[in-house]
């Protein structure tokens, strides 16, 4: 167990340091390195004293093994006091490593000079090119640039010219891109910025996602690239990348036109480039995202292969008269190949997180056949999330290096306790008269006994994907703040079909497709393998359309218990199970007491612990307050205001391109992370696309019941419609104009239309700023004004008629110089003004004289650009503001304009 407890000590260490803000420095390390020995070096030798003046110190005691009655209390003592300055080292160990290895690559840091400018960069191609219709993308490694100050790894994103507009479908550029491939050397001119994103709270953070993978700035091209050479074999990378380009390029003949054919790529090297985003809405939904990429049962099932194939030649093969099993076991020729075989797959696919604890644990085991040692599965498992956690500190950072690990150590758990029944159910069929021991001949297997073998497996498979299920549903419930009820029937029979047929379909696809010649065998496999996940897909799709369990956000402490309690109720054979797996020896079992006392008969009562996460309660505010969140979108708008019991949605965003909008980006998953299930009312200011792209998605995601707008909402969705090529509307439940006066109350909170004074069915450029809906919100405590795109006509004329005080004001316009006029600003005599606009964006939103009028009169400034996500709490006790970066700040959240 000290080994164990080590590394789980060394993973705690590491996920502190990425807790941090900000890092600390070298000195610090170093004086707090050299305390923590001399502390531990004290400690370990006031431990021997001790335990030598009682007889026990002399003897060698095995932390993982018994403890003689003979002076147990004192030999007990000094045991766990060596197992605390152990895991207390290691914890600082990963603390340390992780620090180090962060601090390196924070160095890389894109110049100030060179931020949002043009530069000069000869740079490799680094990875497998992203190759969209309008666009490609591309990692790269930078090998000169002019002016310097430029970061080793960027990303590049290589736009088709011409644009025309977010409703366009995608065209490919005329000429057509060239051929890009790792290992090419370009000279490019690039427009360079800092790697950021959105920041909203419980969103995805992207950035957190590119410091991981090394890349610290992207640039955009400008002009016309110049290549200048092809370095192939310049890193281990690179050659991979070049071999999963010509797999890509073989197969595409073959997978072009076909539904899923990006699924079937995915299956075969891991390019999950081209993949429907509506697929991967019913992957996640049915919970079968694992079995749609490189998993560890692929590349293990692909070893596997290869270690059968070598160690059946290697029995029959012969070296000079002897055969070659006589020289070296055939066993250990086989873990040899299944070794270099995941190797190579895992290149091949990606070496993403579990190809990676994959590979270690194949090493693992490897390395144990090798030297005939005998290792438990949860030693397995912790040496190889040691090796992934050492070799990249930022695995812990991925979902996927938890939901790998943790279903691989309920496979072990429930598989121990299943192979622990079924010999003991071998031992009691034995014959009595011929003895237990298995020697005599048994008869031949009958039917009956055929078919209770069936019985067993399919009992098995069902108990192993049941708990599966269960115990990575808390992880999930906090990633996507939703249980998928669904997810063991879908896998029931998604499993066998993906795992046994389309994946081993796929890759022989893959390799038929680079021989020459085989051309009718390749667009045979392509069929099959297609028409087998077709056939999969037609239920899928239906069941993902039923609803899930909605789980609103939560403290972490309910996701703890919830996890703990699965542990709990799946945990085999109580306290003797977990012995058993975990490899306690003799005495052993002692230490296990406290599961057996939990994993008794009354175990069931543990799956109570999912209660809490599964009923928790959204977060809301009481009578008479309201919640305000002016979500992170980029150059455009979206606010969200709750109140006791009811949610208004102000704007919706902006539209990117027909596939993207911050609607379905941003919106959805805020709602859901805070329990909001339907809008009570939607209010779209006026109809540009930065305020009302995102309406669309969010109708489709959540019933309206109300919408209000400046415009006529209804003939506008039915145009969008017909511009996205779309089947359906989604509209609100009834539709209204936003107009002067109108106001109603939900909770105790007033909502209340300042403009404008008409409504005309369609507004266009300044027109449609000016007439946009402006929405007070007065609640018992406090009041927020929500001004949409008006500009200083507008505001002037809502001064004239009586405008009075608020306490939070969204800046008119994302802080334009043609609006926050200094009347204005007089009149609302704000505590707090909050700015939505994009970092450096074209319109150089909010203009230094707005921030500067705003600053003068004494408010607060709030922006997304540089805060992420801002809130607003109207309590009794007081208004609360913060943002999300500000309150979640890590090392990797770089400067911001």
Known sequence: MLGRAMAAAGLTGVLGAHRLADLPGGGTLALVSGLLGLASWGMWRAGRRAAGRLGVAGRRIDPAGPVEESGSGPARGFVLLRVAILCLLSAWAGFVLTVWCAQARLDQTLADGNVDRVSRVTLRVDSLPRLQPDQLAFEAVVLDARPGGVPERIRVRWPAGGWRGPYAPARPPDPPFPEVRPGQVWRMALVLRPVRAAQNLHAFDYEAHAFAAGIRAQGTVRGAPEWLRDEDWAGLSVVAGRARHAVRVAMAPYLENLRYGPVLRALAIGDQDGVDDADWTVFNRTGITHLVSISGSHITLLAGAGALAVSALWRRLRWRGRCLAERWPARRAGAVAALLVAWLYCLLAGWGVPARRTFMMLAVVAGAQALQLRISGSRVLALAAVAVVATDPWSVLAGGFWLSFLAVAVLLAVGARAQAVVESGAAARADPAQGTSGNAVQPAPGPERRRDRWLRGLKLAARLQWAVTWALAPLLAWTFHEVSLISP?????????????????????????????????????????????????????????????????????????????????????????????????????????????????????????????????????????????????????????????????????????????????????????????????????????????????????????????????????????????????????????????????????????????????????????????????????????????????????????????????????????????????????????????????????????????????????????????????????????????????????????
């Open 489 to 897: 029937l879908t896998n029931a029979y998604a499993i066998p079909v993906i795992e046994l047929l389309v994946t081993p379909l796929s890759l022989l696809l893959a390799a038929v497709a680079l021989a020459p010649g085989l051309e009718p065998v390749a667009a045979g496999l392509s069929w099959l393998a297609h028409g087998a996940l077709s056939l999969m897909m037609w239920p899928t799709e239906w069941l993902a359309a039923l609803p899930a369990w909605p789980v609103p956000a939560g403290p972490a402490w309910v996701y703890a218990l919830a996890m703990a309690g699965v542990a709990v109720a799946l945990w085999p054979g109580g306290g003797h199970g977990a012995a058993a797996l975990v490899g306690w020896k003799r005495g052993g079992h002692r230490a296990a007491s406290f599961w057996m006392a939990l994993c008794g008969r009354h175990r069931a009562w543990a799956w109570m612990a999912l209660l809490p996460m599964l009923l928790w309660p959204q977060d809301s505010p009481g009578e008479g307050e309201w919640d305000l969140h002016a979500l992170d979108v980029g150059q455009g708008s979206a606010l969200l205001v709750r109140t006791a019991r009811h949610t208004l949605l102000f704007d919706a965003g902006a539209r990117h391109a027909r596939d993207a909008d911050e609607g379905a980006r941003t919106i959805v998953p805020a709602l859901k992370a805070l329990g909001v299930r339907r809008l009570d009312a939607l209010v779209v200011s006026h109809a540009d696309l930065d305020h009302a792209g995102g309406v669309r998605s969010a109708l489709a995601a959540v019933p309206v019941v109300q919408a209000f707008s400046s415009f006529d909402l209804e003939p506008w969705l039915n145009a969008e419609t017909r511009k996205l090529g779309a089947e359906h509307t989604p509209l609100p439940q009834a539709a209204v104009p936003c107009r002067f006066g109108d106001r109603w109350r939900m909770d105790g909170v007033e909502f209340e239309f300042l403009w404008p004074l008409d409504v005309r069915a369609r507004r266009t450029g300044v027109e449609a700023n000016a007439g946009s809906c402006v929405l007070r919100v007065r609640g018992a405590h406090h009041s927020v004004l929500l001004t949409g795109d008006i500009e200083l006509r507008t505001e002037m004329a809502l001064v004239e008629r009586g405008l009075t005080p608020v306490d939070v004001v969204v800046a008119a316009h994302h802080g334009s110089r043609t609006s926050s006029s200094a009347a204005f600003v007089d009149t609302v005599a704000t505590r707090h003004v909050i700015f939505q606009a994009g970092a450096w964006n074209r319109h150089g939103h909010p203009d230094a004289a707005v921030l500067d009028r705003w600053h003068r009169s004494g408010s607060a400034l709030w922006r997304t650009d540089v805060q992420g996500g801002v809130n607003a709490r109207s309590r009794g006790t007081g208004l609360t503001m913060y943002s999300v970066l500000e309150s979640s700040r890590r090392y990797w959240h770089g400067r911001r304009p």
